[in-house]
């Protein structure tokens, strides 16, 4: 089969493409056989959503052809691309056409120039990640050797907060919080979760997640073994590579896997119930019966390093990158600079980050030391977790609180 891929820009840029497409097919006698493609792509779409995840890697097969109007369509960083290439489509054994830089990659038989692409689109991506983080510590550093105050809200967003009503405030927070929860519902770690937990747990698992009985779920047994079994065998036969790709089964019997898999079955129950929680107070706000409590609004905490100079380094990966491919410098140094904001939440989250299972009565020790509720900072280390490594750092289980330590060194 014969795939062609392509980013719908604009109509003049989406016929330019095609055109492209088809004249090299003619030129080279292929036909193609689908054509698909993304209507936008941004970084703030994950990998897992995008239609090349979704509609065109599960059909390539071993021997495929895939043809790209530009190598940019592919992803929107280094890291994305290393992945893609050195992982999923080299385990497919395809062949990439790149049109615009005369790239041509056949996995089943790789050529000294393809498998030096390869190495350099993998060394790209570890040094955009570094320098990512070493130009948004040398700005920080930079502002505040000039006096200027980083972190905190701008004051156009004050201006902004200050002319909102409170019952706007509510209704924003809670807007945000609901979408944030729906998307997590949806994707296709929990749903295939979901299905997994049916069948384990049948008798328990009738109508509706939010009737479950979710008491009788529980990672006792062998109930452990056969969740982690099933979740391993979706894992091999997902095409896509995307479906639990941050779950490690190489040890089943693991300490750590199975206090995350306790995490993860409570993270989804609470999920749905504050979904549920949510529909069924919003029916009550449209009857005149809103008793919601007023929340703080949510912040953002980037890490701060020690700045190095490193001005040969980002000379050399410009060059690299432009090199390989064009359209990825897209680092968003000045979005990292504004939401920057450490503060005492920071401090807690390291704190709990030492250690995998935590007593209720501790954590809620330590944050009322800082004057903070103790369900208001988990909530509030979840989120940045989410925008970090998109999944929960942190889960309470009755008297216990269990983080995940392996997200130490995304977080810290």
């Not at 698909?36 to 941004?42: A, N, V």
């Not at 479950?212 to 982690?228: A, F, H, P, Q």
């Not at 990966?317 to 897209?330: E, G, K, V, W």
């Amino acid at each position: 089969m014969i795939y062609a891929y392509y980013r719908k820009i604009s109509e003049q840029n989406t016929e330019k493409f095609t055109r492209q497409i088809y004249q090299w097919a003619e030129k080279h006698n292929k036909q193609i056989d689908e054509f698909i493609w993304e209507d936008f792509l941004t970084q703030k779409i994950s990998f897992e959503k995008r239609n090349l995840s979704v509609k065109l890697l599960p059909k390539l097969k071993n021997g495929d052809l895939l043809i790209v109007s530009q190598l940019s369509c592919l992803g929107r960083s280094a890291a994305e691309l290393d992945m893609l290439f050195n992982k999923i489509l080299k385990e497919k054994q395809i062949r990439v056409v790149c049109i615009p830089i005369d790239l041509d990659i056949d996995f089943r038989n790789l050529s000294p120039s393809n498998e030096s692409t390869l190495e350099k689109i993998a060394y790209a991506a570890k040094l955009q990640s570094f320098l990512a983080h070493e130009v948004t510590a040398s700005a920080l550093l930079s502002k505040k050797a000039e006096g200027v105050k980083t972190g905190g809200a701008s004051n156009k967003w004050k201006e902004s907060y200050q002319k909102k009503s409170k019952e706007q405030l509510r209704e924003e927070y809670y807007r945000k919080g609901r979408s944030r929860n729906q998307r997590y519902l949806e994707s296709k770690d929990v749903v295939t979760f979901l299905k997994i937990l049916q069948e384990v747990f049948k008798e328990a698992c009738n109508g509706e997640p939010y009737d479950w009985d979710w008491s009788k779920i529980n990672t006792k047994g062998e109930n452990r073994n056969k969740l982690l079994g099933l979740m391993h065998d979706y894992k091999e036969l997902d095409e896509s590579g995307t479906l639990f790709a941050k779950w490690d089964f190489s040890d089943l019997m693991s300490e750590k896997l199975r206090v995350r898999l306790c995490s993860n079955i409570q993270n989804v129950r609470k999920s749905i119930f504050y979904q549920t929680k949510r529909t069924l107070t919003n029916n009550n706000i449209e009857q005149g019966k809103n008793n919601l409590p007023t929340k703080k609004q949510s912040e953002f905490f980037v890490n701060e390093s020690k700045l190095n100079q490193i001005e040969d380094d980002t000379r050399e990966s410009q060059r690299l990158l432009a090199d390989i491919f064009d359209d990825l410098h897209n680092t968003n140094e000045d979005e990292n600079i504004q939401n920057t904001h450490f503060s005492t939440i920071k401090g807690i989250m390291t704190t709990l980050l030492s250690k995998e299972t935590w007593l209720y009565d501790e954590v809620e020790s330590l944050c009322k030391q800082h004057g903070l509720l103790t369900d208001f900072v988990l909530e509030q280390i979840n989120e940045y977790s989410y925008s970090k490594v998109e999944d929960a750092v942190v889960s309470e289980d009755g008297n216990e609180i269990f983080v995940i330590t392996d997200y130490k060194k995304q977080l810290i």
